[in-house]
T-cell receptor
Framework: AQSVTQLGSHVSVSEGALVLLRCNYS??????LFWYVQYPNQGLQLLLKYTSAATLVKGINGFEAEFKKSETSFHLTKPSAHMSDAAEYFC????????????FGSGTQLTVLP | ETGVTQTPRHLVMGMTNKKSLKCEQH?????MYWYKQSAKKPLELMFV???????ENNSVPSRFSPECPNSSHLFLHLHTLQPEDSALYLCASSQEFGDHSPLHFGNGTRLTVT
């Protein structure tokens, strides 16, 4: 079985401030982890993906995430928020076991304040 | 052409109507998916098709009927829906089912059942 928990359904940051969106996962076998972003009135778009090649994964738009096995975490960060980063962010997990489905978290709505 | 195209973008239907949602992908992918996105709930996987064969059906009511005539097209036929079926319906595709490749999403159909 696998699951994803995103801490904080809403996060607000000031423009230029650090963005930190939290994701913890549960998986009985090594996971594949993803972050997706959803802008208003659009579908989800892949930000980045972890596949065990490197623990620090760089994605699009200046985002990156670090896989920490000991903490079962895959938090998403960006050093400096832009207004255009306002969106909903979803963490997702799948694994190499029998569960081939992608399991999504409930999402975190990011608001960027001027 | 965008990667995954969904039509219509918005749909309002009564509970006795029959309508269909359409999805088309231009990415050469072999797997296609229907997801339901409701407010404040994680994305719910409804159906998965791999090479035009249904491989997953996650206990979806029979009032939702999928169809995959070829690997580029996916339909969701709707009949006698309930108000709680109002949601954003997202279509997605991936290279293969179960290979952990990222999902590519369409912009969704916003369905309102009156």
């Amino acid at each position: 079985a696998q699951s994803v928990t995103q801490l904080g359904s809403h996060v607000s940051v000031s423009e230029g401030a650090l963005v930190l969106l939290r994701c913890n996962y549960s998986s009985s076998v090594p996971p594949y982890l993803f972050w997706y972003v959803q802008y208003p009135n659009q579908g989800l778009q892949l930000l980045l993906k972890y596949t065990s090649a490197a623990t620090l994964v760089k994605g699009i738009n200046g985002f990156e995430a670090e896989f920490k096995k000991s903490e079962t975490s895959f938090h998403l960060t960006k050093p400096s928020a832009h207004m255009s980063d306002a969106a909903e962010y979803f963490c997702a997990v799948t694994n190499s076991g029998s569960a081939r489905q992608l399991t999504f978290g409930s999402g975190t709505q990011l608001t960027v304040l001027p | 052409e965008t990667g995954v195209t969904q039509t219509p973008r918005h749909l309002v239907m009564g509970m006795t109507n029959k309508k269909s949602l359409k999805c088309e992908q231009h990415l050469g992918h072999n797997a296609m998916y229907w997801y339901k996105q409701s407010a404040k709930k994680p994305l719910e996987l409804m159906f998965v098709y791999s090479l035009e064969e249904r491989v997953e059906n996650n206990s979806v009511p029979s009032r939702f009927s999928p169809e995959c005539p070829n690997s580029s097209h996916l339909f969701l036929h709707l009949h006698t829906l309930q108000p709680e079926d109002s949601a954003l319906y997202l279509c997605a595709s991936s290279q293969e089912f179960g290979d952990h490749s990222p999902l590519h999403f369409g912009n969704g159909t916003r369905l309102t059942v009156t």
